[in-house]
């Protein structure tokens, strides 16, 4: 159904509000299975539907700085490396934390 009201269209479908998203139900996934299929996304190119609760950071070696403040590094943006292992170290109790 939509309505159109002078220079805007708003589109709304009934079909989806009522019926369950279709899929697997949410449930814990373990951080290796997870990174084993965003990778084989990534090597096929398809698209991989993500949580709305979940965060990911990636970061590459392709731009990296070798040596930020005279130490041998890898992290293409230094600050975003201090958040996320802060943010990690806070999240320790769900066991995991990776920083690769």
């Not at 951080?31 to 996304?41: E, R, Y």
Request: a positive charge; aromatic letters at 6%.
């Amino acid at each position: 159904m939509s309505f159109v009201n002078n220079s805007r269209m708003s589109v709304y479908s009934t079909a989806s509000t009522s019926a369950p998203r279709p899929g697997n139900p949410p449930s814990q996934t373990s951080t290796t299975t997870l990174l084993n299929t965003l990778n084989s996304a990534y090597k096929h190119g398809q698209a991989y539907n993500l949580e709305a609760s979940t965060s990911l950071v990636v970061n590459t070696w392709v731009n990296s700085k070798t040596i930020v403040n005279d130490r041998i590094g890898g992290t293409v943006d230094l600050e975003l490396g201090r958040k996320a292992w802060e943010h990690a170290r806070r999240r320790a109790e769900d066991g995991c934390i990776v920083l690769a």
